[in-house]
């Protein structure tokens, strides 16, 4: 198996041509961090790098795991891999559907354009069959993430990884930047949370590349697989971005979401996400998702109403005026609001405001990841103290998360 671990005899294979791919992307790899990022050297996410992927496709049966954020430049990548000729079987498709127009679960459908099939693993099923896997030789990933534990792509990756395992399939992951990759903090999941919205001990914002927590996911031994297939190793290549570092801001072309429209959403998203599991409304259904929060029931002069469109049909408070906070601005000044931190000060702001505080968390543990913030905000504890209590469990973490990175700090 070769993941990209500094070890040069971690990847074994019985096939000539895979082995000497590996080796140059294995290269790649640890030049990459070595490689600066200016203006003058624009950030290329590995899709845009076909030479160093489409040679290990060529005469292959290939399922590919895509969205509406899978792009080389202007081009979709299913078309570039149909321009290639490579012979694309079926897509798979996570939360919000393979063109990323959908808010909820999906069903199986055809993509209209190429008349491939799109097997969803958002809806009836959350990884593929192994009957989905029986006519395919390998699996190619391409997902832009906004590194954040309780955003699911990470967790249909961590699926699709255990479905290759159990059936002996080759992974390909393109790597993407992280646009929330230059920092690492929040609440280490306690695994007696775990769920599809956090499934392994990672603090909310965990600073690490799709590729580098694949890496991690394996190196870790994190991945559950069939008693069968203990004896199976992953056949894991990761390719690599060219001139991305941990230090870069990077701004996706495409949105990864419906509800995250821009950067500033994305900024935002760890911080005002914590209140999906509360009373409160985080801006689904307006113009400015995760870039305000309220409730009917506070009082505050910023005021917003949430209306059902195609990306939020059925959004918290529906047609009713809600009072609250109102964080938007440019992408500069929303950068500086979080401070490279996860600001846990809106959700205490929210708490002290909201009237009825029997009521106001619904669910949030699963989504913070353990009990204790909960309950240290009831307690009214102070915020320098609640990340106190963080540090202990992020510095185990972020240890960690050293031995997988793929890009210098």
Not at 222 to 244: A, D, E
Not at 278 to 297: E, I, L, N
Not at 367 to 387: F, M, P, S, Y
Request: hydrophobic fraction near 35%; aromatic fraction near 12%; glycine fraction near 6%.
């Amino acid at each position: 198996m070769w993941y990209g671990v500094p070890d040069y005899n971690a990847y074994l294979t019985d096939n000539t041509m895979y082995l000497f791919q590996h080796l140059l992307l294995t290269s790649l790899l640890f030049l990459a961090p070595l490689a600066p990022n200016s203006t003058s050297m624009p950030i290329e996410p590995a899709a845009e790098r076909t030479n160093l992927y489409l040679p290990m496709l060529q005469g292959k049966r290939v399922a590919v795991f895509a969205n509406q954020t899978s792009r080389v430049k202007e081009a979709h990548l299913i078309d570039v891999l149909l321009q290639h000729h490579i012979k694309v079987i079926k897509i798979f498709s996570p939360e919000h559907g393979f063109r990323g127009d959908h808010d909820e679960r999906i069903n199986d459908s055809v993509d209209t354009k190429t008349q491939l099939p799109i097997i969803s693993l958002y809806g009836k099923k959350l990884r593929p069959s192994s009957l989905d896997l029986k006519d395919i030789d390998v699996i190619l990933f391409d997902i832009q993430d906004v590194g954040v534990r309780f955003y699911t792509y990470i967790s249909s990756l961590e699926n699709l990884m255990e479905a290759a395992t159990d059936n002996n399939k080759p992974l390909i992951i393109l790597d993407r930047p992280n646009p929330n990759g230059f920092y690492v903090d929040g609440p280490v999941l306690d695994l007696n949370y775990r769920s599809f919205t956090g499934m392994q001990a990672i603090p909310v914002v965990y600073g690490m590349t799709i590729g580098e927590y694949a890496k991690m996911l394996v190196g870790e031994e994190w991945l559950h697989v069939t008693p069968k297939s203990k004896s199976k190793t992953l056949q894991l290549t990761i390719v690599p971005n060219k001139y991305y570092t941990h230090h870069s801001l990077y701004e996706p072309p495409v949105k990864p979401s419906p509800n995250l429209p821009n950067i500033q959403s994305i900024y935002l998203y760890p911080s005002i996400g914590l209140m999906e599991g509360t009373a409160m409304s985080v801006g689904r259904g307006t113009d400015k998702p995760f870039q305000q929060f309220g409730h009917p029931a506070i009082a505050t002069n910023y005021t917003f109403i949430p209306k059902a469109n195609s990306y939020a049909p059925y959004p918290v408070y529906k047609d009713k005026v809600c009072h609250g906070w109102d964080l938007s601005g440019s992408k500069e000044a929303v950068f500086k609001k979080i401070n490279n931190q996860l600001q846990i000060k809106y959700l205490i702001a929210a708490y002290n405001a909201f009237p009825d505080k029997k009521h106001f968390f619904k669910g949030f543990s699963s989504v913070a990841g353990n009990r204790q913030l909960e309950e240290q905000i009831k307690a009214g504890v102070d915020e320098k103290t609640i990340r106190k209590s963080w540090e202990p469990q992020l510095s185990a973490f972020k240890k960690i998360r050293k031995k997988y990175l793929i890009y210098s700090e």
